[in-house]
């Protein structure tokens, strides 16, 4: 079956740095975008990042722009969501997601709740 699974949570120091893994078992999507989404305690599910099927293209939300990247290594059927500069807020369990639609709407999309998600993998930033 289709299936996502995100690893390199865990409970890091502010200002420092994190990587997340999202492995797409089966290279299902190497050729649809990809997205991250987070979800802090008591708080909606929002937006992180996402990145076009060839990498050429990428979107953030404003809260991490300039901060995260989402990168992808189609050999590896992973992408990554490289997080630098950690903030408290940060602290949520974080989502990768995917779904066969073209750039244009992959990212609205994704934010229904349709496509495909992984099971979430917790990021704390605390001092």
């Known amino acids: 079956q289709v299936q996502l699974v995100e690893s390199g949570g865990g409970l890091v120091q502010p200002v420092d740095s994190l990587t997340l893994s999202c492995v797409d078992a089966?290279?299902?999507?190497?050729?649809?975008?990809m997205g991250w989404f987070r979800q802090a305690p008591g708080k909606e599910r929002r937006f992180v990042g996402a990145?076009?099927?060839?990498?050429?293209?990428?979107s953030y939300a404003d809260s991490v722009k300039g901060r995260f990247t989402v990168t992808r290594d189609k050999d590896k059927n992973t992408v990554y969501l490289q997080m630098n500069n950690l903030r408290p807020e940060d602290t949520a369990v974080y989502y990768c997601?995917?779904?066969?639609?073209?750039?244009?709407?992959?990212?609205?999309?994704?934010?229904?709740?349709?496509?495909?998600w992984g099971q979430g993998t917790q990021v704390t930033v605390s001092s």
């Open positions: 997601a995917a779904d066969k639609v073209r750039w244009a709407s992959v990212i609205a999309t994704l934010k229904s709740g349709s496509g495909y």
């Open positions: 089966g290279g299902n999507f190497s050729n649809s975008a």
């Open positions: 990145i076009s099927f060839s990498g050429g293209s990428h």
